[in-house]
């Protein structure tokens, strides 16, 4: 079974700091995204990679950066947490290939709170 | 108007009764359509994915897809209190240069 890490399931920070949620996959998967998850707004996508030192925006990418150094790993950088930056961040990833690119596998997410 | 749209629900339903969700999409030229389940506290899941106008049946769900309407929909027969959860449409949206989009998700219980 294809599994995705998340490194943290809970996480409290303070306005300004900066946060680093780090993503694993161990099925060699080409593509990573990070989504983000609130009530009565769905899934949105923040940042997307395709390679290793590949990112692409998706649809929310303000206050917010990716690192991919290796294609196992997916980092979301926020630079200066804002409150409005609390929610659910979800993790994915899935082969590349079509047909293939959008069977997504999630980790298990990390809840963000900024205070 | 989103590009993806789905009642928010609940949806409530009887055990061993069919569970029908809709959701609409905008974009004319998307090919590839997902169903995704999420239980409560839990990441989402790929149950369904369909591509071609029609019918596909996996077990108990069945999706079906309009592209002239531009609607695709779940069903889910003999419904089970286990189906409790909240089925996220995911549409890869040409559009938006391929990305694949996800609607607000319908939350269905299913009661004893």
């Known amino acids: 079974d294809v599994k995705v890490t998340q490194s943290s399931r809970y996480l409290v920070k303070r306005t300004g700091e900066k946060v680093f949620l780090e993503c694993v996959q161990d099925m060699d998967h080409e593509n990573m995204f990070w989504y983000r998850q609130d009530p009565g707004l769905g899934l949105r996508l923040i940042y997307f990679s395709y390679d290793v030192k590949m990112k692409e925006k998706g649809d929310i990418p303000e206050g917010y950066s990716v690192s991919r150094e290796k294609k196992e790993r997916f980092s979301l950088i926020l630079e200066s947490a804002s409150t409005n930056q609390t929610s659910m961040y979800l993790c994915?990833?899935?082969?590349f290939g079509a047909g293939e690119n959008e069977k997504l596998f999630f980790g298990s997410g990390t809840q963000l709170s900024v205070l | 108007q989103k590009e993806v749209e789905q009642n928010s629900g609940p949806l409530s339903v009887p055990e061993g009764a069919i569970a029908s969700l809709n959701c609409t999409y905008s974009?004319?030229?998307?090919?590839?359509f997902f169903w995704y389940r999420q239980y409560s506290g839990k990441s989402p899941e790929l149950i369904m994915s369909?591509?071609?106008?029609g019918d596909k049946e996996d077990g108990r769900f069945t999706a079906q897809l309009n592209k002239a309407s531009q609607y695709v929909s779940l069903l889910i027969r003999d419904s089970q209190p286990s189906d409790s959860a909240t089925y996220l449409c995911a549409v890869n949206v040409q559009a938006a240069g391929n990305k694949l989009t996800f609607g607000g998700g319908t939350r269905v219980l299913v009661k004893p």
């Open positions: 369909i591509y071609s106008n």
């Open positions: 974009d004319r030229g998307s090919q590839s």
């Open positions: 994915a990833s899935s082969r």
